[in-house]
């Protein structure tokens, strides 16, 4: 097996138990509706754990643009592998998505609330406000990668590793995750949006592509302040993009930050 359809394979792998938690959690006549965040959270960290166990030993398992991404930029990882992996990791979730779509065929029908059923594919803010969503998503795959370095660092069992990953995202998900849904990985949203744009899901609403940008862009911020970050305070080393990414990441806030403003603005001017 190759490390492109390594990837496509992990990433699918991680959609379908992660995604299908969500549909068997939100969608009406399962025997598992309504079983709630815990279970979902906790699901999601198996999922990481069962792809990384999966395709660790062929590509790395990666599983995550931002993590490649961030793998690059501390020089871990060759940049021109990074639009493959990329690629991959899309395809692996639009396919996984699929099989998440098939495998619950009759529920989509039984299930009115759109919502419900774009959850099942991609996430999407508890209150949208465009600073606050970008900055969650920025500090949850910041503290994901981080803990992906930490975790590296230490190595206290071989073969261990993925279990610990999967332990650092049930720990996001239950206490960062509330916010936004937890992205904290482009592929993770993009594919299966891609998936739930194409197919023929009964009552299914909008793909809410005006939101999409955001677990695409600040996943990758979050990632490329974590690659600088490691290397600076823990190895006093400042790597050659260190003054970039942290002006890339204040300018991309700060233009957030005014546009969410803005907003408000218009939102309080046109109720007056």
Do not use: C
């Amino acid at each position: 097996m190759t490390a492109f359809l390594g990837e496509i394979v992990g990433t699918m792998i991680l959609i379908v138990i992660g995604g299908g938690v969500v549909a068997g959690a939100n969608l009406k006549k399962t025997f598992s509706n309504s079983s709630g965040w815990i279970v979902i959270t906790i699901a999601w960290g198996l999922a990481v754990v069962m792809g990384a166990f999966a395709v660790g030993n062929i590509s790395g398992a990666h599983l995550n643009p931002a993590v490649t991404i961030a793998f690059a930029i501390s020089g871990d990882f060759p940049w021109h592998q990074v639009p493959g992996y990329i690629l991959a990791q899309v395809i692996g979730g639009l396919i996984g998505a699929v099989i998440v779509y098939l495998h619950y065929l009759p529920h989509w029908a039984a299930t009115e609330d759109p919502s419900a059923k774009l959850a099942v594919f991609s996430t999407s803010p508890a209150i949208p406000h465009t600073f606050s969503n970008l900055l969650s998503e920025t500090i949850g795959t910041f503290t994901l990668v981080l803990g992906l370095l930490f975790i590296g660092a230490n190595k206290f069992a071989e073969g261990l590793n993925p279990i610990a990953v999967g332990l650092l995202i049930v720990a996001i998900g239950m206490s960062l995750g509330g916010t936004t849904g937890y992205a904290i990985n482009p592929a993770r949203d993009l594919g299966p949006r891609i998936a739930h744009f194409i197919l023929p899901i009964a009552g299914k609403g909008k793909s809410n592509w005006g939101y999409a940008w955001v677990p695409i862009v600040g996943p990758i911020m979050g990632a490329s302040l974590a690659a600088v970050f490691y290397p600076f305070i823990y190895n006093g080393v400042m790597i050659t993009s260190f003054w970039i990414v942290i002006a890339a990441n204040i300018i991309i806030l700060a233009a957030a930050f005014f546009a969410s403003n803005n907003k408000s603005r218009m939102i309080v001017n046109k109720a007056a």
